[in-house]
C-alpha cells in the first residue's frame, strides 16, 4: 500500500467535497468513504454527510461510510448524528436503514462497535453512537442465520 498515494487521493477528493455542484460533493463522499480510517479523511467526510447544500451528498456519504461496516464509517456517521439537524438526520436515517436492514449478522456487528463508540473520549462520538444504536435497534433485518 502506498500511503503518498492514498493521501494524495485523499486530499483530491477533499478538494472535490468543496466543489460547488452538489454531483461533485456526493461523489467525493462516496469515495472519500473508502478512506475513512485515515485522519486527513475525517473532517472532509463529516462535512460531506453534513453538506448544507444538498441532502443527497448527506446520503450519498452516510451510505458510504455505512456500507463499510467497520468502526472507521460508523464513527463519522456517528459524529454526524450528534451534530445533525432533523432533515439530515432524517436522509442518515434512511442510510442507515437501507445499508442494514438485509442480514442480521451486519447489524449486530454495527450494534456492537456503537456499543463500544459509546464508551469514547469524543463525547460527540458518544452521543452521535447512542442516536446510531437507537436508528439500528429499530430495524428488523431480512436476512437471518439459519
Do not use: Q, Y
Not at 450519498?60 to 451534530?83: F, M, N, P, W, Y
Not at 436492514?101 to 451486519?106: L, Q, V, Y
Not at 464508551?119 to 447512542?130: E, N, P, Q, T
Amino acid at each position: 500500500m502506498d500511503s503518498d498515494l492514498r493521501r494524495a487521493v485523499v486530499v483530491l477528493l477533499g478538494e472535490l467535497g468543496r466543489s460547488d455542484d452538489w454531483r461533485d460533493r456526493a461523489d467525493a463522499g462516496h469515495g472519500l468513504a473508502g478512506f475513512a480510517e485515515m485522519p486527513e479523511a475525517s473532517e472532509p467526510l463529516l462535512g460531506l454527510v453534513l453538506d448544507p447544500g444538498d441532502t443527497f451528498v448527506t446520503r450519498r456519504t452516510a451510505e458510504g461510510l455505512l456500507r463499510r461496516k467497520d468502526r472507521a464509517g460508523l464513527t463519522i456517521v456517528a459524529s454526524a448524528l450528534a451534530a445533525a439537524d432533523d432533515n439530515h438526520a432524517d436522509h442518515i436515517h434512511t442510510a442507515i436503514v437501507d445499508v442494514f436492514s438485509i442480514f442480521s449478522d451486519d447489524l449486530g456487528e454495527a450494534l456492537r462497535l456503537c456499543e463500544e463508540m459509546s464508551g469514547d473520549i469524543d463525547d460527540r462520538v458518544v452521543r452521535g453512537a447512542r442516536r446510531l444504536h437507537e436508528s439500528l435497534a429499530e430495524i428488523d433485518p431480512v436476512l437471518r442465520p439459519l
